[in-house]
């Protein structure tokens, strides 16, 4: 086969070895090695880091860049969940394709290459969301894999017809079903009623959960139990976990443990986590974010995610998952290789596993989606906060950054 394009002196963030070339052709690589002859354009790379994009496993396109009609005073989830269940009545398909598409060109120019958004469904929005996100979905794929996550944000099993809703939206392609138990007047039903409705479509889940700071009770040990019940162990995962940031290293310990033996990812959202977490306290306040990079040592997949963009949940964002990733560095006080090198993982290789994306990675046969880093070392990129030069999709460019340039007198 003809070779379409290759990359020459690559760095793999995954691989200790030389710099390679990576040949592409038919939007798939084809062959990587220390030196490809081949009668085909070429970029020559110089020695910078070349990944699968970076993976984002959970965002929330339908509801994204409508602080300006929400505001929001005191800065709690439950003004935030009010402020966005009203806006939303009067959301209509084109207003939130067009808002969601802006976020994710966004993401896109960010280097992100895979994507799991929650879009809501309820009695208030019904399917405006799912249908938007659905054809962005189709319109995108020339640059992004899209993943729809149907979920009601406002409770289940208190909420007449959002189940109905819930279940069309499956039946029309949903890629995953997600849940918000803490909203629910009764948390542990609606959990049971997700798994059976994920096993009946064959879904993975994903959970809204533990979205406090109060470590004397938890929705996550019925997710576990579920989960195991069901055999859905690496086909579930749970968001924003934020009780696990006031317990102890024994009692996370074990929780890690459990996660790991029952196969239920974990996605922290730092910038979200950090913005709605103690309110309550005056001073000495708590920075809410679940330590994922302890869960690590014990098997967990972990990610780090982006959430909202530029609504009461989250009032900033620009779709950057390698600022993510150096949020959570220093939330959470990681400054050595290792730990770094553990972060840029966490938006790259681990939520891929979390969203079970089997053709993730640089390698012979594997889709031809490539996003070149301005850096040399992953440890660097998150330190540094790396930005992306230009993107492949199936063997197209996608996106090109121009590098800022000097102009000394």
Known sequence: MPVD????QARRAEAKEPLVDIAIAGGRVVDIARHIVADAPAEELDGRLVIAGFVESHIHLDKSRIHD???GERGTLEEAIGSVAAAKRTFTEADIYARARHTLEQAVIHGTSRMRTHVEVDPRVALKGFHAVRQLKRDYAWAIDLQICAFPQEGLTNDAGAEELLVQACEQGADVIGGCPYTDSDPSKQIARIFDIARHFDLDVDFHLDFDLDPSWMHLDDVCRQTAAHGWGGRVAVGHVTKLSAMDPSRLAAIGRRLADCGVAVTVLPATDLFLMGRDHAFHVPRGVAPVHRLLGHGVICALATNNVLNPF?????CSLIRMANLYANIA?????RD?????????TLPARLMNAADYGIAAGHPADLVVLD????????????QPLFALKHGRRSFTRATATLHHP
Do not use: K, Y
């Not at 394009?5 to 020459?8: H, I, K």
């Not at 006080?333 to 290789?337: R, Y």
């Open 340 to 348: 770094l090198q553990a972060c840029f993982e966490m938006i790259t």
């Open 314 to 318: 989250t009032p900033f964002g620009d």
């Open 333 to 337: 006080q990681l400054g050595s290789a």
């Open 69 to 71: 009609r929400c505001g």
């Open 5 to 8: 394009l290759v990359l020459r």
């Open 375 to 386: 850096s040399r070392d992953p440890a660097m990129a998150v330190a540094e906060l790396a």
